[in-house]
Structure formats: structure tokens, C-alpha cells
């Protein structure tokens, strides 16, 4: 079990952006390709971006696809979340999860969040 | 993208019963089906995993079964802490997506 803590989050203005980082600890990150996965108030789940466990492999949804940009840094065990252009409709709970090398991916361990306000 | 479909968005059970929460995916995802638990205020839990295994630590009045295109989470003798909202997702391909949830209310 990796135990991950979410931070940056922050109110900025539309067009903004905005860097969040998830920082692990209990276990070494590079066993583990990492997510963001988010969460509009009194909305459901929307996973938003993947990154293997070396780093050289990434996937994003559409809806931020070409805006956001996921890295990582095994080193620090840390996972950031590089937020550009931000519109009203990125207001969220950012929740960075991990997946342990499986056959079917899972998202296993949740961080507790950091909220992320998009407004002038 | 694979769209997962929930049903029902929400119901109300009492302490003790039965209650089963299905999800429909767009196409055929084998056992690629995951379940979570969401309390309020909290972040998602993983309750059930490949459609039908139990997450270490999770009680085994849980249980998920299905294949294919059509899965179903059941938990037999509701507890207070079960009320939550329940999310499917899909890991068979990229996106990831999760189903719009369901609302279990107590009665």
C-alpha cells in the first residue's frame, strides 16, 4: 500500500494554470504506474490522465488533451499535474491514485485530494 | 471511449437487506470491471476487482460478478457504513472511464 498526499491546488483565473503534485510515501512509486482522476462538486468520477511506472508512456482524455501534461519523478517519488489554460469547467477535487502492475489495472491507493477552482 | 451505464442512479435501502447495482458497458470489456465505494467528503475506495474479486480488507458481504458487457455489484445485509455512492470503471482499453454512479439512501 502507498499512502499519497495531493497538493497545489489553488482558485486561479480562467486561462490560468496551475502545477499539483502527489507525493508518496510507504512504497518506492516506481512499482506503480500512476492517474489523476477528478471530480467536479456533486459529480461523478472522470479519470483525466495516466503515466507508466517509467515515465515514457502517457494517455489523456480528450477534455484535456493538449492543456494538461503528466510527469513524474521516481527519484522524489512524486507525480505532478502541469495544468494550462484552465476553463470553469477544470474545477475540481484532483485525486492522484495509484495501480500496481496487474492484469487488470485497478486504481488502488487514492490520495485524499486537492481541490482545484477555476474562476474569475 | 467505452461508455459505462449504471442502474439504478440511486435507491433507498434498509439496514439488512439486499440490494444489487448493475452496470452496463458499451462493448465487450471481459472482466476488465472494477467497483468503488465513495463516502462523502472522501476519496473512492476500491472494493472489488477483475469484476468479481474482493479488495483485501473489504467485508465479503460485497460481491461483483459478470463478464462480457454486463456486471453487477451485490452487497448482501446492508450495514450503515455501506451507504455511499458506487462507481463501476473500465480498464480494458484507454480512456478510463467509470460509470456516473449510484446513491445508496437508507430507507
Known amino acids: 500500500e502507498v499512502q499519497l498526499v495531493e497538493s497545489g491546488g489553488d482558485l486561479v483565473e480562467p486561462g490560468g494554470s496551475l502545477r499539483l503534485s502527489c507525493t508518496a510515501s510507504?512504497?518506492?512509486?516506481?512499482?506503480?504506474?500512476m492517474n489523476w482522476v477528478r471530480q467536479a462538486p456533486g459529480k461523478g468520477l472522470e479519470w483525466i490522465s495516466y503515466i507508466n511506472n517509467s515515465g515514457k508512456g502517457t494517455y489523456y482524455a480528450d477534455s484535456v488533451k493538449g492543456r494538461f501534461t503528466i510527469s513524474r519523478d521516481n527519484a522524489r517519488n512524486s507525480l505532478y499535474l502541469q495544468m494550462n489554460s484552465l476553463r470553469a469547467g477544470d474545477t475540481a477535487m484532483y485525486y492522484c491514485?495509484?495501480?500496481?502492475?496487474?492484469?487488470?489495472?485497478?486504481?488502488?491507493?487514492w490520495g485524499q485530494g486537492t481541490l482545484v477552482i477555476v474562476s474569475s | 471511449d467505452i461508455h459505462l451505464t449504471q442502474a439504478p442512479s440511486s435507491l433507498s435501502a434498509a439496514v439488512g437487506d439486499r440490494v444489487t447495482i448493475t452496470c452496463r458497458a458499451s462493448q465487450n470489456i471481459n472482466k476488465y470491471l472494477n467497483w468503488y465505494q465513495q463516502k462523502p467528503g472522501k476519496a473512492p475506495k476500491l472494493l472489488i476487482h477483475s469484476a468479481s474479486n474482493l479488495q483485501t480488507g473489504v467485508p465479503s458481504r460485497f460481491s461483483g460478478s459478470g463478464s462480457g458487457a454486463d456486471f453487477t455489484l451485490t452487497l448482501s445485509g446492508l450495514q450503515p457504513e455501506d451507504f455511499a455512492s458506487y462507481y463501476c470503471q473500465q480498464s480494458f482499453t484507454f480512456p478510463r472511464t467509470f460509470g456516473q454512479g449510484t446513491k445508496l439512501e437508507i430507507k
Open positions: 510507504g512504497a518506492p512509486i516506481r512499482n506503480y504506474a
Open positions: 491514485v495509484s495501480s500496481a502492475l496487474a492484469i487488470v489495472a485497478k486504481f488502488d491507493d
